[in-house]
């Protein structure tokens, strides 16, 4: 089964709009941390933001925010009047405290049109 | 943080050879991993590279087709031998500082492979 589940393949949107990206995980740890990545086009992997999962706190980044819900395993990513920059593929990963790797999603492609 | 160079950035190869991938990193780090991203795909990982030791392959991926060196804390390689199309992909070296779940992992930009 899919550890980490994105099941929006692409998203457009017109620049200025809001978009959220979801993301849905499965563990059986209690102790595991979610990650949210941005691919652009050039092809290298940019961190984005972690959170542990005793850190349910909600956290904004200028235009990025991040919406982590322990009782439904969801961590939602959503950008604020999205501008053509944001334009990128963005994964969501889970790494658990008994394993050693991470587990991405499958991607979501955002593209904001101008 | 963890400057990534990874070469070549692309090649176009011709099936039945190989092609050796180098990573190096402007630190020492523990953990150095190798993904595949197959197009569309998500990133699955290939193998962990151990200093001093053989690599951790993960289940699908053998050492006889994708042979890993680590010969220090900043380096190492992955050949993709006897290719065949199936093996067109983008290959990704990613670094761990050390070896806690929780550490972000920093990546390289990737080498975009096509096997004809």
């Known amino acids: 089964a899919q550890k980490v589940t994105q099941v929006q393949t692409e998203i457009s949107v017109v620049e200025k709009e809001d978009v959220t990206l979801d993301c849905v995980y499965e563990?059986?740890?209690?102790?595991?941390?979610l990650f949210w990545y941005k691919q652009p086009p050039s092809g290298e992997l940019v961190f984005l933001i972690r959170?542990?999962?005793?850190?349910?706190q909600n956290e904004i980044s200028g235009r990025y925010s991040w919406n982590f819900q322990k009782s439904t395993s969801s961590f939602n990513f959503t950008i604020t009047a999205s501008q053509v920059v944001d334009s990128a593929v963005y994964f969501c990963?889970?790494?658990?405290?008994?394993?050693?790797?991470?587990?991405f999603g499958t991607g979501t492609s955002l593209t904001v049109i101008p | 943080s963890a400057v990534i160079s990874q070469k070549p950035s692309r090649d176009i190869c011709q099936r039945g050879t190989s092609l050796t991938i180098q990573c190096q990193v402007d630190?020492?780090?523990?953990?150095m991993f190798w993904y595949r991203q197959q197009p569309g795909q998500s990133l699955t990982l290939i193998a962990t590279?151990?200093?001093?030791?053989?690599?951790?392959?993960e289940s699908g991926f053998v050492i006889d087709k994708f042979p890993i060196s680590r010969p220090n804390l900043t380096f190492s390689t992955l050949t993709v031998s006897n290719m065949s199309p199936e093996d067109s992909s983008i290959y990704l070296c990613?670094?761990?500082?050390?070896?806690?779940?929780?550490?972000?992992?920093?990546f390289g930009s990737g080498t975009q492979l096509s096997v004809l």
């Open positions: 990613s670094v761990g500082k050390n070896r806690d779940p929780g550490e972000k992992l920093f």
């Open positions: 563990t059986r740890d209690t102790t595991y941390y």
């Open positions: 959170r542990n999962s005793f850190d349910e």
């Open positions: 990963a889970l790494s658990e405290r008994t394993g050693n790797q991470f587990y």
């Open positions: 630190s020492q780090v523990t953990m």
């Open positions: 590279a151990n200093q001093g030791s053989e690599a951790t392959y």
